[in-house]
């Protein structure tokens, strides 16, 4: 029978490995992306470090067996191989589907005032072999300004197109950093930014034929729903897509006429927008509603169901809740509020 250890790479991800080959192999093998170049040992650039286990390496020639507390032994990884269980360390490896952040200064193409207080910010990405930039929908990027203060935002458009991305920012009058934000967009050609980011994204490919997906916005969180909309829509996906996109008044529905759209030319897209102040938004015939009461009004149990929520804390725990009393379970519902704003 064919030996199987595991690597364990950087106390975090546990990798099965076929006895004979490279720990670079397994690795790639399981999905994991690193750094490699020559795959024979000269150029180093997959040099790893062994903290317990023992391994043969074929190039440069070399034998190590440690044990936990030894003095931790630099190898390659590509032509390293494991004949015990190993753990090691590897900078910069990347889980699968990980993407790995970059850093850089883009051209600010347009900004379009699309209501009373957000703003479209059209970016410009350098598109040069050495600064690709890729990213999943729904994930996004920090904003750095001169003086180094970030801001973070969605990524409004989809990975599936063109070298520009969009945002949508809200000026809030007392927001000091957002009137910042807004005035070095508005009186300068370029700005620093960091991407891609977060963990809360979805991948057409990666999704089965029967999942009923719910993208939930709330406000300018409709940003990182257009984005995984766009995408799904772009890569032709035939689930049922539900969006829901709640507001305090209707005036704040700034890019109302797009997701109609979508409805309108896509029968799997369906478009419930809610707003939960309709004594302040005269002559709204539409739904009226917070927008977790709305959606789990709709379903009567949330079976192969994927939500991505985009909001407040305050909303998406209240999604959270409403779900999860009709049955969700935790896995199915996606957020970036779940990784900065933990629940106690
Ligand atoms: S890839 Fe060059 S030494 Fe491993």
Redesign the pocket.
């Known amino acids: 029978m064919t030996e199987r250890y595991q690597i364990t790479v950087n106390d975090q991800h546990v990798v099965v490995a076929e006895a004979g080959l490279s720990i670079?192999d397994s690795l790639r093998n399981a999905g994991y992306t690193m750094?490699?170049?020559?795959?024979?040992?000269?150029?180093?650039?997959?040099?790893a470090t062994l903290i317990a286990g023992s391994i043969r390496q074929r190039y440069p020639e070399l034998e190590l067996q440690l044990t936990e507390g030894d003095q931790p032994s630099q190898i390659?990884?590509?032509?390293a191989v494991p004949y015990s269980d190993v753990r090691v360390r590897i900078d910069g490896l990347l889980r699968p589907g990980e993407l790995r952040v970059k850093k850089l200064v883009c051209s600010i193409a347009a900004i379009e005032q699309l209501s009373h207080d957000v703003y479209r910010v059209r970016l410009h990405l350098p598109v040069t072999g050495r600064h690709a930039v890729e990213f999943h929908a729904g994930q996004y990027l920090e904003m750095i300004l001169p003086d180094q203060r970030r801001a973070a935002f969605s990524i409004g458009s989809a990975p599936d197109f063109s070298s520009d991305i969009e945002l949508h920012i809200r000026r809030l009058p007392e927001g000091e950093m957002s009137i910042a934000i807004m005035e070095h967009l508005q009186n300068n050609p370029s700005v620093e930014i960091e991407l891609p980011k977060g963990d809360c994204y979805l991948e057409a490919g990666s999704l089965s034929a029967e999942t009923t997906i719910i993208l939930a916005a709330a406000s300018t969180g409709f940003s990182q729903i257009k984005s995984i909309a766009e995408h799904l829509l772009a890569n032709q996906v035939s689930n049922p897509i539900h969006i829901y996109w709640g507001a305090r008044v209707e005036a704040d529905f700034y890019l109302e006429k797009l997701p109609l759209q979508w409805a309108a030319e896509h029968s799997n897209v369906h478009v419930h927008l809610v707003v939960s102040e309709p004594g302040n938004s005269p002559g709204w015939a539409g739904r009226t509603a917070l927008l977790p009461e709305a959606i789990v009004a709709d379903f009567e149990n949330f079976d192969n169901v994927e939500v991505f929520t985009s909001g407040s804390p305050a909303m998406v725990y209240a999604l959270l809740d409403a779900c999860e009393a009709k049955g969700l379970q935790d896995s199915q519902i996606h957020s970036d509020v779940f990784a900065y704003a933990p629940r106690k």
């Open positions: 670079f750094r490699f170049s020559c795959r024979n040992g000269v150029c180093e650039i997959c040099k390659f990884a590509c032509t």
